[in-house]
């Protein structure tokens, strides 16, 4: 059973950090393309940032540069989103996903709350 659960998601003032972690496990996990997405009420989801299967190459989208960090543990099934310098319209949900466009597979994670106040 494939299972993509987050987690770290919460409170945070404006300025603030949080570290979100993702879990996979049911899909070899090191041969999936890593990303990370949000949704805001009433608004698409949007790519965050997104790390290749080795953990070589990384992109973001332009607002999250500087501030977010993506990285993943391949040994651990997991990756993580290290968030800084928080601000109030980051609040969102957050989701993990995992894309293998060879075997054209691809799981959601369920979300996590971020909230940022001001």
């Known amino acids: 059973q494939v299972q993509l659960v987050e987690s770290g998601g919460g409170l945070v003032q404006s300025g603030g950090s949080l570290r979100l972690s993702c879990v996979a496990s049911g899909f070899t996990f090191s041969s999936y393309v890593m990303s990370w997405y949000r949704q805001a009420p009433g608004k698409e989801r949007d790519l965050v940032a997104r790390?290749?299967?080795?953990?070589?190459?990384?992109n973001y989208a332009d607002s999250m540069k500087g501030r977010f960090t993506i990285s993943r543990d391949n040994a651990k099934n997991t990756v993580y989103l290290q968030m800084n310098s928080l601000k109030p319209e980051d609040t969102a949900v957050y989701y993990c996903?995992?894309?293998?466009?060879?075997?054209?597979?691809?799981?959601w994670g369920q979300g996590t709350q971020v909230t940022v106040s001001s």
């Open positions: 790390i290749t299967s080795d953990g070589g190459s990384t």
């Open positions: 996903n995992a894309v293998n466009n060879f075997l054209r597979k691809a799981y």
